[in-house]
């Protein structure tokens, strides 16, 4: 069981968001983001965003912090990567 979160370093909506994923299944991740009462919508592809406040809650309820270097090296090594789809004209 692994649930990942990398600093919250990216800029939405005047705050600073951090991503929360799994190396394991997205059910896990699911699940744990249900108990910290994540928003589904804030689901995306094979992360979550979080505040910078749930991020430290993440930490405090498990959650492992890693760069987000290594959050994508081990989402991609444990086949749960989604990468972005490209649209008919090749951008994303």
């Known amino acids: 069981m ?3 979160v990398d600093p919250a370093i990216w800029p939405r909506h005047g705050r600073r968001f951090a991503h929360l994923a799994s ?3 997205f059910e896990e991740l699911h699940a744990f983001a249900a108990a910290m ?3 589904p ?5 094979d ?3 979080v505040t910078d ?3 430290l809650a993440a930490v405090e309820a498990g959650a492992h912090p890693i760069t987000t270097r290594e959050l994508v090296a081990r989402l991609r090594a444990s086949g749960l990567r989604r ?3 490209r649209t008919a004209t090749g951008s994303r």
């Open 2 to 4: 692994a649930v990942l």
């Open 23 to 25: 190396d394991t299944s």
């Open 37 to 39: 009462g994540v928003p």
């Open 53 to 55: 406040e749930l991020r």
């Open 47 to 49: 992360h979550y965003d």
């Open 41 to 45: 919508r804030e689901f995306h592809r």
């Open 83 to 85: 990468p972005r789809r």
